[in-house]
Structure formats: C-alpha cells, structure tokens
C-alpha cells in the first residue's frame, strides 16, 4: 500500500493540476452520464405502455443513482484526504 502511495504522490509532482482535472472529470461524469441515460430512455420509449420495461428501467436508474452517489461520497473522501495530507506537508 505504502508503495502505491510512494508511486501516486510521485506521479503527483511531476504532474501539477492531473488530480484536480480528474476530480473535476469524476463530477462531470457522475452529473452528466444519469441526465443522458434519462433523456436517452424517455427519447426510446414509444406510446406502447410496457409497464414491465418501465419497472426494469426505473430500478436500474435506481441503481445506478446509488453507485454514482456511492462513487461522489468516495471522491469527497479523497479529496478531504488529500487536503489532509497537503495541509501536512506545508506544515513541515
């Protein structure tokens, strides 16, 4: 574990602004991929009314809402980490 962090901070140097980027990216795709899974299921659906269809579809939304609130919560930890971590170094 301690060699991965060794490597991540590594490559942190040596590439200012990557993280911020990514975190930056990780927001981006967990607001915009649900918007267009919406859009995408409500442009496919014709006027036939299959109630099934539509159950399956609101439970994988469901799911997928989750795993992308679980992956937000992750990203905040990570970030709070990383803050953590930084405000160390300035310290020393």
Do not use: H, Y
């Not at 918007?35 to 659906?45: A, G, H, P």
């Not at 919560?73 to 709070?80: C, F, G, M, N, S």
């Amino acid at each position: 574990m301690e060699m991965i962090l060794t490597a991540a901070a590594t490559l942190l140097m040596f590439m200012p602004g990557i993280l911020e980027l990514a975190v930056i990216t990780m927001i981006f795709a967990c607001l915009a991929v649900p918007v267009v899974v919406i859009i995408w299921l409500l442009t496919k659906r014709n006027g036939s009314g299959n109630t099934a269809a539509v159950a399956q579809d609101e439970q994988i939304l469901r799911e997928m809402n989750d795993g992308l609130q679980r992956m937000e919560q992750r990203i905040d930890a990570l970030e709070t980490l990383l803050g953590d971590e930084k405000a160390k170094g300035e310290q020393k």
